[in-house]
C-alpha cells in the first residue's frame, strides 16, 4: 500500500464557537529547493509524482492532493508528511484495482478505520479496515441500489434554541445562475429536519437582503445569547482589497466605489449573529461561481479573504483556494447536495460533516473540485446527535 486544495466566487462555510482561529496559508516559494512553512504550494517529485496542498516545517501537512505517476490519486488531510484523517484514494489505470475508490479514515500513510470502497464495477464494500483488511465488508451488486444506512430520528428536544437565515440569489441580469434558489431550499428544508427554525428568502436585492439580516438578528436576541446561529448565502460574492461581498440582485457597479453602496459585506451577517455570546454560530456562503463584475475589477482577489471572525471558527470552502466551484449541471449545485448528505448522518460533528463533504464533492465532481476547511474549535457541535 502507498503512503499516503477560486475564482473570486467560493463557498466558505464559518462555524464560530469558541477558540483562536486560523487563515488560508499564503503560496510556497517557487523555487522547490527552499524551504516550505506554513504554506500552500505545488511540488513535483523526480518521478513525476506532483503534491499540491498545505505544508508546515518542510512537510505535508493539512489538506492536499498527492498525484502519483502511475496515476494513482489521493485527496484529503495530511500530518507531518503522511495522509493522516480524512481522505479519499483512487486507483490509476495501470493498478490491478483500476478505477476502484477508498473514501475514509487514514492513519500514518495507510487507509485505516472506518470507510467506503467502491469497486470499477460499482460493487460497494463500507466497514472497517484495519491491517489492510475489512473487518466486516457487506457488498452491493452494482444492479442494486445500496441501501441507505438508517438515520437516527432528529431530535426535538434541543438544549439551544436553532436559528437560520437562508439566502438564494439566482435572478442576476448579469450572470444569472441556475441552481442558488434550489440550494437554498434544500439546505433550508435539512435544517428544519433538525431543529432549525428557517428564515428563507430568495432573489433579495440589496434593501431586501438588508431586512433580512434585522430580521435574523432580532431573532437571535430574542432567542438568548445560547441560541445556534447558521446563516446560508448561495449565488455571487467577491473579493476586492480585503474585504468579502455578498451580491444582491440589481447590483450595478459601474466604478470600484459603487462596491460598497452596492454590495453587501460579509461583515454584516457577523453583526447580525452578535447577540450569540455563548452558543454556536455557523455562516455557509455558497458565493463560488463567476464574477459578473469582471470588466473594471482588474487587480481583484481569488476567492474569498479572511474575514477576522470572532474567536472560535471553522472556515469551509467549496474549493481550494484560487479555483473554481461548479454552479452544478443538475438541480443543485456539488457542494450543496454533499453538504446535505453528510448534515443527515448521525453523530458526525462539523469537522467530519466538511470531511464527508469534501470527499463526496470531490468523487463526484472527478477531482475537478476539493472542499477546504480550516477549523480552531474547542467543543463539538452535532446536526444530527443519536
Request: proline letters at 6%; a positive charge; charged letters at 20%.
Amino acid at each position: 500500500m502507498k503512503r499516503l486544495t477560486a475564482t473570486i466566487c467560493l463557498t466558505l462555510a464559518v462555524l464560530l464557537g469558541s477558540a483562536g482561529m486560523s487563515f488560508a496559508l499564503p503560496p510556497c516559494p517557487s523555487n522547490q529547493n527552499q524551504y516550505y512553512d506554513n504554506c500552500f504550494g505545488t511540488y513535483t517529485y523526480a518521478d513525476g509524482s506532483k503534491y499540491v496542498g498545505e505544508y508546515r516545517n518542510g512537510k505535508q501537512h493539512g489538506q492536499g492532493t498527492y498525484t502519483y505517476a502511475d496515476g494513482d490519486k489521493y485527496v484529503g488531510e495530511y500530518r507531518n508528511g503522511k495522509q493522516h484523517g480524512q481522505g479519499t484514494f483512487t486507483f490509476g489505470p495501470v493498478s490491478k484495482w483500476a478505477g476502484d475508490k477508498f473514501v475514509g479514515e487514514f492513519k500514518d500513510g495507510y487507509y485505516n478505520g472506518l470507510g467506503t470502497r467502491t469497486d470499477a464495477d460499482g460493487r460497494i464494500t463500507e466497514g472497517t479496515r484495519k491491517d489492510d483488511e475489512f473487518q466486516y465488508a457487506p457488498t452491493v451488486p452494482p444492479t442494486v441500489t445500496a441501501p441507505q444506512p438508517p438515520f437516527a430520528k432528529p431530535e426535538t428536544d434541543f438544549t439551544n434554541k436553532r436559528i437560520a437565515l437562508v439566502v438564494g440569489n439566482a435572478n442576476y441580469n448579469v450572470g444569472p445562475l441556475n441552481n442558488p434558489v434550489r440550494d437554498a431550499h434544500l439546505i433550508g428544508t435539512a435544517l428544519k429536519q433538525y431543529g432549525f427554525k428557517v428564515i428563507l428568502v430568495e432573489n433579495v436585492n440589496y434593501r431586501n437582503f438588508r431586512k433580512a439580516l434585522a430580521r435574523f438578528s432580532e431573532e437571535l436576541r430574542i432567542a438568548g445569547p445560547k441560541t445556534t446561529a447558521f446563516f446560508y448565502y448561495s449565488g455571487h460574492g467577491m473579493s476586492y482589497q480585503g474585504n468579502n461581498y455578498l451580491v444582491p440582485l440589481g447590483s450595478r457597479i459601474n466604478s470600484l466605489v459603487d462596491i460598497d453602496l452596492e454590495l453587501v459585506r460579509a461583515e454584516r451577517v457577523h453583526a447580525a449573529m452578535g447577540s450569540i455570546t455563548s452558543g454556536v454560530k455557523i455562516m455557509l456562503l455558497d458565493a463560488c461561481r463567476n464574477s459578473p463584475f469582471k470588466s473594471f475589477i482588474r487587480s481583484r482577489e481569488l476567492g474569498l479573504v479572511p474575514m477576522n471572525a470572532p474567536r472560535g471558527t471553522i472556515v469551509g470552502y467549496s474549493t481550494s483556494p484560487g479555483r473554481l466551484a461548479l454552479d452544478g449541471e443538475g438541480t443543485n449545485s456539488p457542494y450543496a447536495l454533499g453538504l446535505v448528505r453528510a448534515i443527515k448522518m448521525p453523530d458526525l460533528t462539523i469537522e467530519a460533516v466538511l470531511k464527508q463533504t469534501l470527499n463526496w464533492v470531490d468523487a463526484t465532481t472527478n477531482g475537478k473540485q476539493i472542499p477546504w476547511y480550516e477549523s480552531s474549535l474547542r467543543g463539538h457541535f452535532y446536526f444530527n446527535k443519536n
